[in-house]
């Protein structure tokens, strides 16, 4: 089997290296391999093999890669932020092979047709890259079939369990506050209601990411001799040659630096805050940043590491009249028992049953002010296909259950998909150990909008939550803090609340309150992307529509940073869009090469 974490010696060169053995770099790697049997290809892997790992390959077990010690994300802590009541951002970014689709929550989430039109890059439009969403499934979801894959190596199902009883339940609160269940919101038209929700997990509960997908099976398969994965190792830079990619550099733990050729080609596919680390490290951004790095400018690209983006999101708490079974309380707690043949079943589910895509009404928007309603009417009054918010209801305590009363509990996370501010990430230095400039931008934007599409997603879940007979009131710590008196304060209740209820009465005391909250405590959606987009340089591109970079020949960049926009869903469907739509592109692209007779 060709992975290793210390490469032999004997490999000195190959065709293709790939830096970064994430989602997309997974798909990359065994769709070549396929392709082209004497094709050496080369992947480096920063963190460690995922191979049947417990933690990763079920599902339930998520947050447990967030725990501190973990061995499978790395952590990026931002510059403190006067938008963020002067705190640093915590960012997580996988860091195994498998990349975020070994350690994600598995939420199986596409974004909208209008999402991937607006990027208005040949290729890359939504029927354009349909045929690569439906390549890489097999759904066993509801919908129209032939907007889905039968026959592709990642399986869509519901996992091992559903809570059906809650997913009804939601369903009567939701319609009560005027949402609709729709079928499909996968289809890349429907908006504005909620599904009952698909995951990344097989009907046997294992977690489906791209390196047991795709991966394992060709380096066990015995027909993939020149594929090689290397694991617990660090791309440093690519090798440039007269502005030609020829190799990289890379340092295992423990070990030297080392270096590898690359006869044909190098993709660097490590996400959105190590891409443009190595084409920085490399030489590759804007020279004056890299001056201040002490990086010798070679190619000029000043889109590197530029605009920053991500969903911004929190979870909020409730309690609940839950069962144990219907809930991962027990897991999250520690408490589960894994002896328990009854409860094994929960090993193989996230929890989360049900995703929704949500829009205001034009009074909710009248009431967020006219500086919102001049951006809602620009980018959303008339795109129906785009949504405000997206939301996942979660069977749990959507976060650590450090220091409450052992329960049940069920949490809304909601996150506003499409943000106004823009942030950046850059090196500080020419090594993999120098600290990264990261900037954010969560809140930064000038009208102060982004905090506006969240203090409305706060108010609308609450009135689903209230409405649902499960609930018995808020965790107060997860809310803001309302005046004592305030019509919008937390409460317990011993019952559930009538469906009919009136929706809480908001003061502009109230709304300042959800306002500050929400700077204290607004986290990341793990949904980082854009900072090697793909667009002319006139535009801070950084790649063109093949994927190429910029001013460099036979170097491409393959993963959520070429996002030339953001999406109304959670990122890794895309992610695995990508990886198809690049390795397709790529294997013509070598195979033109080769009948030409170059190298």
Not at 82 to 100: C, D, K, Q, W, Y
Not at 317 to 331: C, M, V
């Amino acid at each position: 089997m060709g992975l290793y974490t210390e490469l032999p010696d004997t490999i000195q060169e190959v065709d293709v290296i790939i830096a970064g053995g994430g989602t997309a770099g997974c798909i990359i790697a065994s769709r070549l391999a396929d392709a082209d049997p004497d094709l050496s290809i080369l992947v480096i892997e920063g963190g460690p093999n995922n191979r049947n790992e417990p933690l990763i390959v079920h599902p339930a077990f998520f947050f447990a890669n967030l725990a501190p010690g973990t061995k499978t994300v790395d952590f990026y802590a931002s510059n403190k932020s006067e938008f963020l009541a002067n705190r640093e951002l915590v960012v997580p970014a996988a860091s195994v092979l498998g990349g975020g689709s070994s350690v994600n929550f598995s939420v199986y989430s596409r974004a909208q047709r209008t999402d991937f039109d607006s990027w208005s890059t040949p290729g890359w439009s939504a029927d354009e890259l349909l045929p690569y969403m439906r390549k890489f499934e097999t759904y066993y979801g509801p919908g129209a079939k032939e907007l889905h894959g039968a026959e592709g190596p990642v399986i869509i199902s519901s996992g091992t369990n559903r809570a059906t009883r809650v997913e009804d339940d939601f369903f009567t609160a939701l319609k009560a506050v005027g949402y609709p269940e729709i079928e499909d919101l996968g289809d890349l038209d429907s908006c504005n209601g909620a599904q009952r929700a698909v995951r990344f997990v097989a009907p046997d509960g294992m977690r489906q990411d791209t390196a047991h997908s795709y991966l394992h099976p060709r380096l066990e398969d015995g027909k993939h001799p020149n594929l090689h994965v290397v694991v617990e190792a660090k791309v440093e830079r690519v090798i440039l040659d007269d502005k030609r990619a020829t190799g990289v550099v890379y340092k295992s733990t423990g070990s030297e630096a080392r270096s590898i050729k690359a006869r044909k080609m190098v993709v660097v596919s490590s996400g959105a805050f190590g891409s443009p680390a190595i084409l920085e490290r490399s030489g590759i951004g804007n020279p004056q940043i890299l001056k201040r790095a002490g990086v010798e400018p070679i190619v000029e690209n000043a889109g590197v590491g530029h605009g920053y983006e991500d969903h911004q999101l929190i979870g909020y708490p409730y309690k609940s009249n839950l069962n144990p079974d219907e809930t991962h309380d027990a897991i999250n707690g520690g408490r589960f028992d894994m002896e328990n043949t009854e409860t094994r079943k929960l090993l193989g589910w996230n929890a989360a049953d049900i995703t929704c895509k949500l829009r205001p009404t034009e009074s909710d928007v009248a009431a967020l002010g006219p500086e919102f309603q001049e951006v809602w009417e620009k980018e959303w009054k008339h795109n129906e296909n785009k949504p405000l918010v997206v939301m996942v209801a979660y069977n749990a305590f959507p976060g650590v259950p450090i220091g409450l009363p052992v329960a049940q509990y069920f949490g809304h996370n909601i996150f506003s998909p499409y943000p106004s501010s823009r942030g950046h990430v850059h090196i500080t230095g020419p090594s993999l150990n120098d600290k990264l400039d990261f900037e954010s931008g969560f809140f930064g934007d000038a009208g102060g909008n982004d905090v506006k599409k969240c203090r409305w997603a706060y108010k609308v879940q609450r009135e689903i939550a209230r409405r649902r007979s499960v609930y018995r009131g808020e965790v107060a710590q997860g809310h803001p803090p309302f005046a004592t008196g305030s019509k919008a304060a937390c409460i317990d209740t011993a019952e559930a609340l009538p469906v009919t209820i009136p929706n809480i009465e908001y003061t502009p005391e109230d709304d300042a309150t959800i306002d500050q909250w929400l700077r204290e405590n607004i986290v990341t959606t793990w949904h980082s992307l854009g900072t090697c987009k793909m667009g002319g340089p006139d535009k801070l591109g950084v790649v063109d529509p093949s994927l190429s970079v910029h001013g460099v020949k036979a170097l491409k960049v393959a993963d959520l940073s070429i996002a030339p926009g953001n999406i109304g869903a959670h990122t890794a469907n895309t992610a695995y869009v990508i990886g198809e739509k690049a390795a397709d592109m790529i294997i013509r692209e070598l195979s033109v090469a080769n009948s030409l007779g170059q190298t």
